[in-house]
């Protein structure tokens, strides 16, 4: 999947610096990552996607400003974690929330091994 698949335009073609941070932060971090940590990605982006198409902009948003904020450095699960717990999921928002707690809790056992 190339980098141009990540970008989600929210229906609006305005250049704005959320957008270029976020497409910055998606450059970086996309380029250097290995097949597990890709596969989370493409998991944030589905929600992502999904959002947008489902309207909820301000979600949508506030997620790409919480990744991209350099002064909170958020973990990416806990973002859509809480960002997915305030809003009402569609059967796909469910599995991928879903799938993100998994990541969540192969990280705690990760953590003990």
Same mark, same amino acid.
């Given at each position: 999947?190339?980098?141009?698949?990540f970008i989600?335009?929210n229906?609006?073609?305005e +250049?704005? $610096?959320?957008?270029?941070? /976020? @497409?910055?932060l998606?450059?970086? *971090?996309?380029?250097?990552?290995? %097949?597990?940590?890709?596969?989370?990605?493409?998991?944030?982006?589905?929600?992502?996607?999904e959002?947008?198409?489902?309207?909820?902009? +301000?979600? $949508?948003?506030?997620?790409? /400003? @919480?990744?991209?904020?350099?002064? *909170?450095?958020?973990?990416?699960? %806990?973002?859509?974690?809480?960002?997915?717990?305030?809003?009402?999921?569609?059967?796909?928002?469910?599995?991928?929330?879903?799938?993100?707690?998994? $990541?969540?809790?192969?990280?705690?056992?990760?953590?003990?091994?």
């Amino acid at each position: 999947m190339s980098l141009n698949n990540f970008i989600i335009n929210n229906g609006s073609s305005e +250049k704005s $610096y959320l957008n270029y941070a /976020y @497409r910055s932060l998606l450059m970086s *971090t996309i380029t250097t990552l290995d %097949d597990k940590t890709f596969e989370r990605w493409e998991t944030y982006h589905s929600i992502i996607d999904e959002l947008s198409k489902q309207g909820y902009e +301000k979600e $949508y948003k506030e997620i790409k /400003y @919480r990744l991209t904020d350099d002064a *909170t450095d958020e973990n990416p699960n %806990d973002v859509f974690i809480d960002v997915l717990s305030r809003i009402e999921l569609s059967p796909l928002l469910v599995f991928l929330q879903r799938r993100i707690e998994m $990541y969540i809790d192969d990280e705690l056992i990760s953590r003990f091994l």
